[in-house]
């Protein structure tokens, strides 16, 4: 009976260490990244991603929770303008400020979760004008601290976070092509 017991502990021990040993080589940043291509000038696309309040026409994130508070601070849109959210285990909670916004072309976001996990982020959307249509670029960066690196073991930031994107990229698509 101890020998059974002492394999087990030996085999949990070996897995441990391989999933500390996976989750310390991944690396200390995390970046996605989707874009979408969409017929509509780059002023119309870039004003809808500029303003807040215009969010819940198109994030993907906005219908999980029916019942989720939300404020809006600062500037009305553009350089300074924050929303605050709150809500359900699917949102969490957290605020977004805009840091930078240069028009028609790039805007810098400021993204500090809070709950269900406190991360510090960095949302970028690039807005470029092709011929009738314009390109979004969507990119999110930011600092990965030992347990993002062990859930990054078992699980993928880009193909969770990545439809998400796709599904806020189609949103927004549907809206500024209207």
Do not use: C
């Amino acid at each position: 009976m101890f020998e059974i017991i002492a394999i087990i502990a030996v085999v949990l021990a070996i897995a441990i260490a391989v999933v500390l040993v996976l989750a310390a080589a991944k690396p200390n940043t995390f970046s996605v990244q989707r874009g979408a291509t969409m017929k509509a000038p780059p002023e119309k696309v870039f004003s809808l991603i500029n303003d807040f309040h215009q969010w819940g026409k198109w994030s993907p994130w906005e219908n999980r929770d029916p019942a989720m508070s939300r404020s809006f601070s600062g500037a009305e849109s553009g350089r300074g303008a924050v929303y605050a959210w709150e809500g359900n285990k699917n949102v969490g909670s957290g605020r977004m400020e805009i840091l930078d916004a240069s028009t028609p072309s790039k805007i810098i976001i400021k993204l500090d979760f809070l709950k269900p996990f406190e991360a510090h982020n960095t949302a970028e959307f690039t807005v470029l004008p092709q011929g009738d249509a314009t390109t979004v670029n969507w990119v999110m960066h930011g600092p990965a601290p030992f347990m993002s690196k062990m859930m990054q073991v078992f699980m993928s930031m880009d193909k969770m976070i990545g439809k998400d994107f796709e599904a806020g990229l189609a949103n927004l698509k549907g809206l500024a092509e209207r």
